[in-house]
Every structure is written in structure tokens, then in C-alpha cells.
């Protein structure tokens, strides 16, 4: 019964989103041109809200200090494009878990033959550093349960596996930046 309830749940809210913001064609009705343009604009106030409060927050100290307009709009346009990916997410009925460090492995040991995880790109030999303790998590494991047809939510496939960093891989260079 919990199957058929998660599957329920993965399909409304997939239906209730794709409702919000309806694919405009030929035969749309003015409803939903007007449903459509509305929610568009509601997900571009809210991730113009959001990059503006990034841009004004602690990342100001790292900003150059000379970023006209038309550089804070390009950063506020990403967030944007990430608020548009994040509604195509949403419409689709599978379901995408965000797998963090605390929750991809017991006590962090790296596994390459998992696919869950790889490692970072500077690591020399990955393959001769199975099991070893990783520190860092460059970026999360996104794994995806269900399909498009709503079904099989208990079988989870690696979207994009873990990047971890494990120190004793790295090829350590130690260069001298010059900042002018």
C-alpha cells in the first residue's frame, strides 16, 4: 500500500506543477497563456530575490569590487535558469534524492566499484585508494527513484555519482599566486 501512496503522492505533485505552468501551444486558451506567463513570472521574481540576496550577502566579499550592472545581472540571471531547472525537476514524476556526506557511506571509505561515488579529478591512481577514509565531498550523490511512468520507487539508479576528495590521492603542487 505504501507503493501505491508514493506513487500517488510523485504523480500529483508532478500533475499539480505541470497545471501551474501549462505548455503554451496553438489551441492554449488565454487561462492558460495567462496561468502560464504568471507562474513564469513568480519563478523569476523568486530567483531574482534570491540572487540578489547572494549578491548582497558575505559573497559581496568576494565579488571584484568594480562589477557593473550588467555583471550582477548575469549572476541573477543564473539563479533564474536554476529556478527554471528546479520547476523541470519538480514535473517530473521521479523522485531525486540528494545523498550528502553524512549519509553516502559508513565512516566515509571510498568506493569506486559502488558507482556511487568517484573521485575527484586531481586524484592520480583512484582505483588503488579503495576503502580509504574521504575528508571532502566536492559534490553530492544525486540518485533517482521511479520512472516517468511512475513506477518502481524502491529501485534507486546513480543520476550523478559523489565526488569525493581524498587526500591521499591529490597530486599536491605548491605554486605562488601573485595578486596584483
Known amino acids: 500500500m505504501a507503493g501505491n501512496n508514493e506513487k500517488e503522492a510523485h504523480s500529483w505533485r508532478a500533475d499539480a506543477l505541470r497545471m ?3 505548455q503554451l501551444d496553438s489551441e492554449s486558451t488565454s487561462s492558460q497563456i495567462t496561468l502560464h506567463h504568471t507562474t513564469n513570472q513568480k519563478i523569476v ?13 558575505p559573497v559581496s566579499l568576494l565579488l571584484r569590487p568594480d562589477c557593473d550592472a550588467a555583471d550582477l545581472e548575469s549572476l541573477i540571471s543564473l539563479f533564474e535558469q536554476a529556478g ?7 514535473a517530473r ?4 534524492s540528494c545523498v550528502t556526506l ?4 559508513p565512516e566515509c571509505r571510498f568506493d569506486l566499484e559502488s558507482g556511487r561515488m568517484t573521485a575527484h579529478a ?10 580509504q577514509k574521504f575528508m571532502l565531498m566536492v559534490h553530492p550523490l544525486l540518485m533517482v527513484y521511479g520512472t516517468e511512468s511512475g513506477k ?8 550523478i555519482p559523489a565526488e569525493v576528495w581524498l587526500p591521499n590521492g591529490i597530486l599536491m603542487k605548491r605554486e605562488v599566486m601573485q595578486i596584483d
Open 102 to 105: 553524512d549519509r553516502i557511506h
Open 122 to 131: 586531481l586524484v592520480k591512481k583512484p582505483d588503488t585508494l579503495q576503502g
Open 84 to 90: 527554471h531547472l528546479a520547476y523541470e525537476l519538480w
Open 152 to 159: 518502481n520507487y524502491s529501485r534507486g539508479r546513480v543520476w
Open 93 to 96: 514524476k521521479t523522485n531525486i
Open 45 to 57: 521574481d523568486t530567483a531574482r530575490s534570491i540572487g540578489q540576496k547572494f549578491i548582497d550577502g
Open 20 to 22: 501551474l505552468l501549462p
